[in-house]
T-cell receptor
Framework: DQQVKQNSPSLSVQEGRISILNCDYT??????FLWYKKYPAEGPTFLIS?????DKNEDGRFTVFLNKSAKHLSLHIVPSQPGDSAVYFC??????????FGTGTRLTIIP | DTAVSQTPKYLVTQMGNDKSIKCEQN?????MYWYKQDSKKFLKIMFS???????INETVPNRFSPKSPDKAHLNLHINSLELGDSAVYFC??????????FGQGTRLTVV
């Protein structure tokens, strides 16, 4: 039973444009959501997070939006840069330190 | 300075062997984890330790035994290795209920 889903396994975006990565979850108990970025042969790197009491969090080029009623979150990257090419994982937890991950979306930025 | 370091990075071994993966963090975190990324790229938690005490054990075969000699170390020992144990194993650490920082991963191949 996959509680965090990333339905797009891959996404290609032109450099300079906006990249939008989506994530859906089924467990309404989740109260903290995170995005991780992963390069090949490296561990996931924390990117940005959002608490369930907010609907938006911004950090530079990265913005995460949370729609609790739809159980949906998204990561916006603008403008997209070649170094953003990586696999992006959405993750969630509800305070027991156990992160539940999605299966990832491979983002490719086209120069 | 590497924040979360795990060794070895690659491990190739025969079925039936016993092997260990070591993990150390220098971030002063109180919680450490082992995650497994399987062939479908799904990242799933195996264990979580807080201040050297086991707090999460996610239905992992008892051939897997984590050992935390102190807050900065969490080693993973695997007995009687099986083909299905082949995966990438990630160590991570965090302060309780904040984002986790991951090591670079150990690619285990059982032949």
């Amino acid at each position: 039973d996959q509680q965090v889903k990333q339905n797009s396994p891959s996404l290609s975006v032109q450099e300079g444009r906006i990249s939008i990565l989506n994530c859906d979850y089924t467990n309404s108990m989740f109260d903290y959501f995170l995005w991780y970025k992963k390069y090949p042969a490296e561990g996931p790197t924390f990117l940005i997070s959002i608490s369930s009491i907010k609907d938006k969090n911004e950090d530079g080029r990265f913005t995460v939006f949370l729609n609790k009623s739809a159980k949906h979150l998204s990561l916006h990257i603008v403008p997209s840069q070649p170094g953003d090419s990586a696999v992006y994982f959405c993750a969630a937890n509800f305070g027991n330190e156990k992160l539940t991950f999605g299966t990832g979306t491979r983002l490719t930025i086209i120069p | 300075d590497t924040a979360v370091s795990q060794t070895p990075k690659y491990l190739v071994t025969q079925m039936g062997n016993d092997k260990s993966i070591k993990c150390e963090q220098n971030l002063g975190h109180d919680t450490m984890y082992w995650y497994k990324q399987d062939s479908k790229k799904f990242l799933k938690i195996m264990f979580s330790y807080n201040n050297k005490e086991l707090i999460i054990n996610e239905t992992v075969p008892n051939r897997f035994s984590p050992k935390s000699p102190d807050k900065a170390h969490l080693n993973l020992h695997i007995n009687s290795l099986e083909l299905g144990d082949s995966a990438v194993y990630f160590c991570a650490s965090s302060l309780r209920q904040t984002e986790a920082f991951f090591g670079q991963g150990t690619r285990l191949t059982v032949v």
